[in-house]
């Protein structure tokens, strides 16, 4: 349930702030007083676009906040927690629109994608707006309508995973034979490339160690005087730093006989003394090691060449290379089994075909139980909006493809044209005077029907229980009198099971309201500014009486109202 909505710098309005309660909440006021900014605003705060043309003027932002009652609304609870946002009974959902352009979301005070605002402004509310009962004139919505009520959520998904799944491949199939051609073209270029890497084979990092390599051979006489130097100084010389250290730690070794403290440098003596041995050790090896071989000189310089060409043609490292070689292997090898991959892509797609069909033929299924029980609640809902002899079909149809057409799937051996929602073409059709055959619905209906029907399914679909919130934006167009009256029963019956929030001009609606809010414009300064306000009983009995009369209010007006109202 929606318990508050705060809406502050949104065009018309200055700063409001509403209470709703449950069952029927009417909101009425003269046209152009703000009605329908609320009901926009209610759209920006359920993830609808933001534009700054909304910021009232003199200000830098809008602020739309809702306050909703979410115990027991499992789905919702789970979508908070999925996205780590606090979990309590009550729901804030706050969006900020700035003049810099900036679109904040938050939940709880936690800020959040518009595209989380969406999702769980999906799962609250079902926001009808003034343009929406005209997508019942456009036939490709009808299915929409029909998959809601039979909530269809889990089978379409399932169905939508197989589809694209098809798509995929068929789009990797198509891509394939689109490259076949230029692969061909390019096969010897790409087996003279492969060659001339293969023939090298360079190893990675194997540039560094051979230039490493290099530059000791190159300096090996170098490098074997400074060696030989070392290891005569540490070791080999009369006077070597070992000897002359060693008789330093004797001396120490004689000197701790007298002061024990010195023992420690004795270790330290010893320490050095081992260091000095392990460098000998290691400088007698390297040099011994040092090889003046001015034959791998060149080979070394070779190598590098061929590497450096290599390197020059193919990326400018060693890893390029060897990337690039892995690259055109998998082109080259395409190429040559392109018969063995197109068959291997194409076996995937009949298989999908079928397996698509099945979740089709689920989908079929339970859309032709559905469209019995829509059929049968929306001929008795228009029976009660004062369409009493209407015949309401849906009608669901397939088209089979023929033997030409590729793009099909496959149910009970037989193939079907297909697209994101099934084989299934759904349309309503619509007789509302007897003896007269039901026509497409998006051909006969009167303004006037169209909203009658749309409140008809609504009425249906509310059944499922599927939202807690339902919001009206003049449902009732194109009708008044009676039946204006059985369209208001027909609300107050959908609000005993569910918050219905209504924009109406229309007093036998206005009259059976659980809570009756005024909507009005005046003048604030220099600036026009609207505001809302909860009426009490006598109030609303004004209200419906203006709504019956005009501004002019008379005492029979007032009468009337209150009969209507049944107010003693």
């Known amino acids: 349930m929606l318990k508050s909505l705060q809406i502050k710098d949104y065009a018309l309005i200055e700063n409001i702030e509403v209470s709703f309660a449950g069952g029927l909440n009417i909101i009425t006021g003269e046209t152009g007083a703000g009605k329908s900014i609320l009901i926009d605003a209610m759209g920006l705060l359920l993830g609808e676009r933001a534009s700054i043309e909304v910021v009232r003027k003199g200000a830098d932002k809008s602020i739309v906040e809702g306050i909703f009652d979410i115990r027991g609304n499992k789905k919702v609870k789970t979508l908070l927690s999925k996205n780590d946002i606090d979990l309590y009974d009550e729901l804030i959902i706050r969006r900020e629109v700035s003049l810099k352009g900036t679109n904040r979301c938050f939940l709880n005070d936690t800020p959040v994608t518009l595209n989380i605002i969406k999702e769980v402004g999906d799962l609250l509310v079902d926001l009808h707006g003034q343009h929406e009962h005209q997508s019942l004139l456009k036939a490709e919505t009808h299915i929409d309508f029909l998959d809601e009520f039979a909530q269809l959520e889990k089978e379409l998904e399932d169905y939508k995973t197989r589809y694209l799944k098809l798509q995929d491949i068929h789009k990797e199939l198509k891509e394939l034979r689109e490259k076949e051609n230029i692969l061909k073209e390019k096969k010897d270029l790409f087996a003279f490339q492969i060659k001339e890497i293969d023939t090298v084979s360079p190893q990675v990092n194997e ?269 009732d167009t194109g009708v008044s009198g009676r039946i204006a009256q059985k369209v208001g029963q027909t609300l107050k019956l959908l609000a005993s099971l569910h918050q219905i929030i209504a924009i109406t001009h229309l007093p036998q609606i206005a009259g059976l309201s659980s809570n009756h809010f005024a909507v009005e414009k005046h003048k604030q300064g220099d600036r026009v500014v609207s505001s809302i306000k909860l009426l009490n009983d006598d109030e609303r009995v004004r209200e419906v009486a203006k709504l019956m009369s005009g501004e002019k209010l008379t005492e029979t007006a007032l009468e009337s109202a209150r009969e209507l109202m049944n107010i003693k």
């Open 207 to 475: 540039d560094e160690i051979l230039e490493n390599e290099l530059r000791i051979l190159e300096n090996s006489e170098k490098v074997l005087t400074l060696t030989n130097q070392i290891y005569e100084a540490v070791y080999e010389d009369e006077n070597s730093v070992l000897d002359r250290i060693t008789s330093v730690k004797n001396i120490l070794y004689e000197l701790e006989k007298i002061d024990k403290s010195l023992s420690e440098k004795v270790n330290e003596a010893e320490s050095v003394i081992a260091i000095l041995n392990d460098l000998a050790l290691f400088i007698r090896g390297y040099k011994d090691n040092v090889d003046i071989d001015q034959e791998k000189v060149e080979e070394i310089r070779q190598r590098i060449g061929v590497i450096h060409l290599l390197k020059k043609k193919y990326g400018g490292s060693i890893t390029a290379i060897i990337e690039h070689r892995e690259k055109i292997g998998r082109e080259l090898e395409l190429a040559e089994n392109f018969s063995e991959k197109i068959s291997g892509l194409q076996k995937q797609i009949d298989d999908l075909k079928i397996n698509c069909g099945e979740a089709a033929k689920k989908l079929s299924q339970v859309r032709k139980s559905a469209a019995k029980k829509v059929k049968k609640d929306v001929e008795e809902a228009l029976k009660t909006l004062g369409i009493s002899d209407s015949i309401f079909d849906v009608r669901i149809e397939n088209e089979k493809v023929g033997t030409s057409d590729n793009n099909f799937i496959v149910v009970d051996k037989q193939k079907y044209k297909f697209d994101e929602k099934g084989i299934d073409r759904v349309e309503f059709f619509i007789s509302t005077n007897v003896g007269e055959d039901p026509k497409p619905l998006v051909k006969v209906a009167s303004g006037g029907e169209v909203s009658r029907i749309m409140l008809a399914l609504k009425s249906s679909l509310a059944k499922s229980d599927k939202l807690p919130i339902l919001i009206f934006d003049e449902i």
